[in-house]
């Protein structure tokens, strides 16, 4: 099955700083998305990027499909971007399912 | 509008108990999911229905675990004999399907400790 690797595994950011978190997958995918889990464990939705690059506030996203992989950017950190931030990706299945794979995730701690 | 709804958010249960999880989808999406979330590890899926039928159960861990949804909208997972090892959080998510836009949008989740 696809693989999902994430990095870095962690990191800890003074508030203020920007930060770049990666995902690599081992074979093409149908969709991708990313992810913030707080720390009531609710995922929020942060982007559905499949390919290209969209920006929403201070995160902005990039997938390049062809070369598999896809960058979150966070700029200027605050202390509630603090939690755990999913990559998952729902690779070519024929119309079977449409499931997620989810990759082990970065964990951010923003300081004040 | 209302997201993802999971009741009951936290459930403790006795080894060997059985156990009944609900998940309300978004009104009108095609599409619900449930994945399995260990401590510290991301959510692995355990299955997928489309409507009522369910497409895919390649990820349900052992034949204690059962999944049905059999009007199209409100689903419950149910775990037979709970052993400690099913001591997890309990994704559910719902997508739109039919529209070019597949994004699965994920409940509160309910917490499963098994004593």
């Known amino acids: 099955g696809i693989q999902v690797e994430q990095s870095p595994p962690d990191l800890i950011l003074q508030e203020g700083a920007n930060s770049t978190l990666r995902c690599n997958f081992s074979?093409?995918?149908?969709?991708l998305q990313w992810f913030h889990q707080n720390p009531w464990g609710q995922l929020i939705n942060l982007f559905y990027?499949?390919?290209g690059t969209k920006q929403n506030g201070r995160l902005s996203a990039t997938t390049v499909a062809t070369e598999r992989y896809s960058l979150l950017y966070i700029s200027s950190s605050q202390t509630t971007d603090s939690g755990v931030y999913f990559c998952?990706?729902?690779?070519?299945?024929?119309?079977?399912?449409?499931?997620?794979?989810f990759g082990t995730g970065t964990l951010l701690a923003v300081q004040p | 509008g209302a997201g993802v709804s999971q009741s009951p958010r936290y459930k403790v249960a006795k080894r060997g108990q059985d156990v009944a999880l609900r998940c309300d989808p978004i009104?009108?999406?095609?599409?619900l999911f449930w994945y399995q979330q260990a401590l510290g590890q991301g959510p692995e899926f355990l299955t997928y229905?489309?409507?009522?039928?369910?497409?895919?159960k390649s990820g349900l861990p052992s034949d204690r675990f059962f999944a049905e949804r059999p009007e199209g909208s409100v689903s419950t997972l149910k775990i037979q004999r709970t052993q400690q090892e099913d001591s997890a959080v309990y994704l559910c998510?719902?997508?739109?399907?039919?529209?070019?836009?597949?994004?699965?949008?994920f409940g509160p989740g309910t917490r499963l400790t098994v004593l």
């Open positions: 229905f489309q409507n009522e039928a369910q497409l895919d």
């Open positions: 998510a719902s997508s739109h399907r039919g529209l070019a836009n597949n994004e699965q949008f």
């Open positions: 990027i499949p390919s």
């Open positions: 074979d093409s995918v149908n969709n």
């Open positions: 009104s009108g999406h095609v599409s």
């Open positions: 998952a990706v729902e690779g070519n299945y024929g119309g079977a399912t449409n499931k997620l794979i």
